[in-house]
């Protein structure tokens, strides 16, 4: 909770500064010209769900050769420092995120054109199943196995352990949007492209990426000044690697290096819905 309470202040910080950006000058500029009525500021907010689609996960110890990816068994007794309670390939399971929130800050025009500057969050945690029962909840934890015995334990003093705490971005994205029908319409279909950076709390390191983003969704005007907009979204991001991750060591190792981290690769894509609103002013 607290870490979501960050990132909500964060964000609502940047919107706050967006929302100062000197716009008086742009708008006297515009009004020298015969296209004084072109454009428009507006302000928008959003709930934003999101479904992960996080595919082909690994990891493996920065310079040492990692044999296998082993799940920690369940059981409130279990624990990372007995070698024996690691047994079955860990694959990772991500709930749907329904704390996604977004905002942001543009300019329209009457040819249907937008370009806005949008920062929104999805926090995706790790499936808790009725696999997962103790408290410490072992499913979060697996062992990189640098070797494998023959009942499929890792070799004693000859494993790493990695905890996973969910997957939470913090999406900075420029859109470019286009409605295809008249904006002087109370109902108009649209769609939107964009391309940022996202902010990725992953293993409990801060990775920056590049992304990109398609909109298709339906506005509604429900006053001159104010629109309702629902839509579905495709978010995606483009570097699929991890690197310079922690790693917790409950065993003496045996062999060298007995200091280490890991690199992780996961293609990170998620989809949903927005609904929002958007208020419109008069430039």
């Not at 494993?159 to 109902?187: A, P, Q």
């Not at 579905?232 to 690697?241: K, P, T």
Request: aromatic fraction near 14%; include cysteine.
């Amino acid at each position: 909770m607290g870490k979501f309470m960050n990132y909500k202040n964060t964000l609502l910080g940047i919107m706050l500064a967006l929302s100062l950006l000197p716009t008086k000058s742009f708008s006297e500029s515009i009004s020298n010209n015969d296209n004084s009525q072109n454009f428009k500021l507006y302000i928008s907010g959003q709930y934003k769900p999101g479904v992960p689609r996080f595919n082909n996960f690994s990891a493996k110890e920065t310079n040492v050769k990692t044999q296998k990816l082993l799940g920690l068994l369940s059981g409130t007794s279990r624990k990372i420092d007995k070698y024996k309670d690691f047994s079955n390939t860990y694959i990772p399971d991500f709930q749907d995120s329904s704390t996604g929130f977004g905002a942001a800050v543009g300019y329209m025009s009457y040819k249907g054109i937008r370009f806005e500057l949008e920062s929104s969050y999805e926090e995706f945690q790790v499936n808790i199943h009725d696999n997962c029962e103790g408290t410490t909840e072992p499913c979060r934890y697996f062992a990189l196995a640098r070797s494998v015995g023959r009942r499929g334990w890792p070799e004693q003093n000859n494993y790493t352990v990695m905890k996973n705490t969910g997957l939470s971005m913090t999406s900075v994205m420029f859109n470019g949007c286009y409605n295809i029908l008249s904006n002087k319409l109370e109902i108009s279909p649209y769609v939107c492209i964009g391309i940022g950076g996202d902010f990725i709390d992953f293993f409990d390191a801060t990775h920056i990426k590049l992304a990109y983003q398609g909109k298709l969704g339906i506005s509604y005007s429900l006053l001159p000044d104010v629109t309702l907009f629902v839509d579905g979204y495709y978010h995606r991001i483009v570097n699929n690697q991890f690197k310079n991750l922690n790693v917790l060591q409950p065993v003496q190792l045996k062999y060298e290096p007995k200091i280490t981290s890991a690199v992780a690769t996961m293609d990170v894509t998620y989809f949903g819905g927005e609904v929002g609103i958007r208020f419109i002013f008069n430039s």
